[in-house]
DNA sequence: GCGTAGATGTTATACTATATCATCTATGAA
DNA sequence: TTCATAGATGATATAGTATAACATCTACGC
């Protein structure tokens, strides 16, 4: 028996785990989805990408562009700021409204609304897809009128590592 | 039989109401509340307060400052900033990180996590409070081991005046 | 009188994000 | 080939959001 249900989905990013292979998973699919979609992950896309993918925790615009800087690209806010628009609208990123910051989708095979689960403590943020729509949230929105279009769900509190 | 469920919270903000009550309420709430806790509202905070009540949409820092300048008060940022922490520390307010903006509070008599729909034509920001702990993304955080704090639920679409 | 806490005044600065216009390159149509 | 177009990038400037830091004031209790 599953300690998990299957009913719910679950949060990525607090497990230990190899974390290599969310990068190369990460880029792998990110080459196949833009090559499929028609997309250009130009170098500096892929490489702010990468950024992202090298941790589970929101990274700044200018933390990003300093990266970028080191590593020999052009560094003016713009650079950062178009490759972050471009990942996040074909969602291979999500940005953390409450942080100012962003992370790489953990989950770009899957079409989802993200929620973010972040620690106060140690700064990780892990990602689940709720569907709010079925929930209580949903139900208040149907009986008010609204048309949910677009959902920002993030959770601050402390994660089972920091506890 | 009523149309909504009385198991849901209903979205205050969107139906067409006596204005001047929420902000006659809304300041009248405050005021007792501060005497009561022993917090001080004075006029800059109270003034905020009654910007902020005077539509159910979020209004950021700077326009505020703008309003009180007419108003004869100090315009110095944080003049704004102070008096917005203290509204939302106590409740009486709430920033939207979506939008960079605050409301008032629809319901600052109910102790809630609030969550909002954000209509995009008018700009209207109605409340509620869903009680994710409930729903599917609470099961995923006690799964994950997390402990839920704060939570940011903002919701962008159509509001039923607009559609 | 004196210390303290909370509130405000004041100046400066940090942080986040976008506008604008020029340039370059690949692609496809005339 | 030439041209037009769309997408990407270069480059400069500026807009928008938020806080740091330190001085001053005021009310209160001791």
Redesign the pocket.
């Known amino acids: 028996m599953p300690i998990v249900s299957s009913k719910t989905a679950p949060a990525t990013g607090f497990d230990r785990h190899n974390h290599r292979r969310c990068i190369q998973h990460g880029v792998r699919f990110a080459t196949h989805a833009c090559e499929q979609a028609g997309?250009?992950l130009?170098?500096?896309?892929q490489r702010v990408l990468e950024i992202l993918l090298s941790e589970h925790r929101a990274i700044?615009?200018?933390d990003i562009l300093d990266r970028l800087r080191e590593d020999g690209?052009?560094s003016?806010?713009?650079?950062a700021?178009?490759?972050l628009?471009?990942l996040v609208q074909y969602g291979f990123a999500h940005?953390i409204e409450r942080l100012?910051?962003f992370v790489a989708c953990s989950m770009p095979e899957i079409q989802h609304a993200p929620a973010f689960l972040i620690c106060r403590v140690c700064s990780v943020v892990a990602e689940t897809h709720p569907e709010l729509n079925r929930g209580a949230l949903g139900k208040t929105a149907r009986d008010a009128g609204f048309v949910m279009e677009q959902c920002v769900v993030e959770v601050e509190g402390v994660c089972p590592n920091c506890r």
Chains 1, 2 share one sequence.
Do not use: C, E, S
Request: aromatic share 18%; no cysteine; net charge positive.
């Open positions: 997309l250009q130009t170098p500096a896309r700044g615009a200018y690209f052009n003016q806010p713009p650079v700021y178009r490759a628009d471009f940005k100012n910051a």
